[in-house]
């Protein structure tokens, strides 16, 4: 079992930043690779991006690139979302998720399928 538990939601102004958190436990967090992905009001869950275990790799989905970076810290079983340049667009609950079966990313890191784990989620709020 894997419990992860996020943190650093909030509102800000369009062009600010708020860095999310995911904190795990349960598990070798350190070999999983985890993701990251949002859900606004009446849509989709969407993919964010992803990360390897060693945080070597990563790769993000088009519409936050050069804008979000994810890292981790796995001394502290913690993988982070920086998100600068925020947009309303960028509105939404945000949900950090694990991949128990692969350390390095798979061939669909966007797949939400491909995570076994989820948290709660965190509010993110982006006004114009």
């Known amino acids: 079992q894997v419990q992860l538990v996020e943190s650093g939601g909030g509102l800000v102004q369009a062009g600010g930043s708020l860095r999310l958190s995911c904190a795990a436990s349960?598990?070798?967090?350190?070999?999983?690779?985890m993701g990251w992905f949002r859900q606004a009001p009446g849509k989709e869950r969407e993919f964010g991006g992803a990360?390897?275990?060693?945080?070597?790799?990563?790769y993000y989905a088009d519409s936050v690139k050069g804008r979000f970076t994810i890292s981790r810290d796995n001394a502290k079983n913690t993988v982070y979302l920086q998100m600068n340049d925020l947009k309303p667009g960028d509105t939404g609950v945000y949900y950090c998720?694990?991949?128990?079966?692969?350390?390095?990313?798979?061939?669909?890191?966007?797949?939400?399928?491909?995570?076994?784990?989820w948290g709660q989620g965190t509010q993110v709020t982006v006004s114009s």
């Open positions: 998720a694990a991949d128990v079966s692969r350390s390095s990313l798979g061939l669909r890191p966007w797949n939400a399928v491909e995570y076994d784990y």
């Open positions: 349960g598990r070798a967090f350190s070999t999983d690779a």
């Open positions: 990360i390897n275990w060693s945080g070597s790799s990563t």
